[in-house]
């Protein structure tokens, strides 16, 4: 595949450790399921619970674009996911077929038993990894994915956006390797480690990285320009740093006039600047925008509610309902 590398170095510990799994077919692992709701359905449909994802770097839903098999078993599989239908039919992609056939074979005598590589024994698949990787001069093979020596990946796969931007970055490296003579570090991408980040609740971490990727993306054509200048705004939002959360929708909205939750945003954290009539009109702009947006209405008939209250000297604001951030 395009986005695949096997490390020649390890390629020989390939069928042992595949061995080691004591299963016919083994799937590299992914942190996340495509899509969450349609797979949350289908854990359902079985009567069973989906496994949390991105807990411990372990990865427990099926990557589709690596496995691994006996040809029998593969031939099994394979016509399994066939009789689904069209893939489209399982989901946007074939992750959700290939994992249905997974669930399948926890209750099915006829269905060769399948795993997931959930801890990257055989297949590394680079989609929200987080940490620093190096690629060692002269060995063929990556490390920092995993502690132990013993347990470095035999492939590397960059599936997904940031994960095909990471293996760009190895692929360089790699080549760098053999004329340099020397290790090359490989950083995962930052705008990406920051949502992973944030989604893990480490805040500050996640700015530091996305403060960082801003240097490179001071300008509004370069890639997540304004998902970067939001998402730095809401992080400053939570710490009730108004201000400055301010500053950071607006540069979001020079990007994008029309980034409708950098316009909600901003109305609100102007309304908690005391700015009013600012706040209002960009609340307007919201609902021109979205005309069936609830929230939005309601942001504007608080907004309007605090300017007759600061109008009239009426208490109306402390009843007011509070806004709806995005």
């Known amino acids: 595949a395009?986005?695949?590398?096997?490390?020649?170095?390890?390629?020989?510990?390939?069928?042992?450790?595949f061995l080691n799994f004591n299963a016919d077919v083994v799937f590299g692992g992914d942190p996340v399921a495509y899509p969450d709701?349609?797979?949350t359905k289908l854990y359902q449909d079985?009567?069973?619970?989906?496994?949390?994802?991105?807990?411990?770097?372990?990865?427990?839903?099926?990557?589709?674009?690596?496995?691994?098999?006996?040809?029998?078993?593969?031939?099994?599989v394979f016509e399994l996911v066939f009789s689904f239908g069209k893939i489209t039919s399982c989901g946007p992609d074939d992750q959700r077929a290939f994992h249905r056939a997974l669930l399948i074979s926890f209750n099915s005598q006829e269905i060769p038993s399948i795993r997931v590589d959930s801890m990257g024994?055989?297949?590394?698949?680079?989609?929200?990894?987080?940490?620093?990787?190096?690629v060692e001069s002269g060995q063929l093979f990556i490390s920092g994915a995993l502690d132990s020596v013993s347990q470095r990946p035999c492939v590397t796969h960059g599936n997904a956006g940031d994960g095909k931007e990471l293996y760009t970055a190895i692929v360089n490296a790699w080549r760098t390797s053999f004329t340099s003579i020397q290790a090359q570090s490989v950083e995962p991408p930052l705008f990406m480690r920051g949502i992973e980040l944030w989604r893990r609740g480490l805040l500050d971490e996640a700015e530091a990285s996305w403060m960082n990727y801003l240097q490179y993306a001071d300008h509004c054509s370069a890639p997540h320009a304004t998902d970067l200048r939001f998402n730095l705004g809401v992080l400053r939002h939570q710490k009730n740093d108004f201000e400055s959360a301010h500053q950071f929708y607006e540069a979001a909205l020079q990007c994008n006039p029309n980034h409708v939750?950098?316009?909600?945003?901003?109305?609100?954290?102007?309304?908690?600047?005391?700015k009013?009539?600012?706040?209002?009109?960009?609340?307007?702009?919201?609902?021109?925008l979205t005309p069936d947006n609830p929230s939005a209405h309601k942001n504007l008939a608080y907004v309007e509610q605090r300017i007759a209250a600061a109008s009239y000297g009426s208490d109306s604001e402390k009843t007011a309902a509070a806004p709806h951030s995005k």
């Open 121 to 134: 024994l055989l297949f590394h698949c680079l989609h929200r990894e987080l940490r620093p990787l190096s």
């Open 2 to 17: 395009f986005d695949v590398l096997l490390w020649p170095a390890l390629r020989t510990n390939f069928r042992q450790r």
């Open 46 to 76: 079985y009567g069973l619970i989906p496994p949390l994802s991105s807990i411990n770097d372990v990865k427990p839903f099926v990557n589709s674009g690596t496995i691994a098999g006996t040809v029998r078993s593969l031939l099994i």
């Open 276 to 288: 009013l009539a600012d706040a209002a009109n960009l609340m307007r702009k919201v609902i021109q």
């Open 37 to 39: 709701a349609g797979m």
């Open 261 to 274: 939750n950098a316009l909600t945003n901003s109305a609100i954290v102007l309304a908690a600047l005391d």
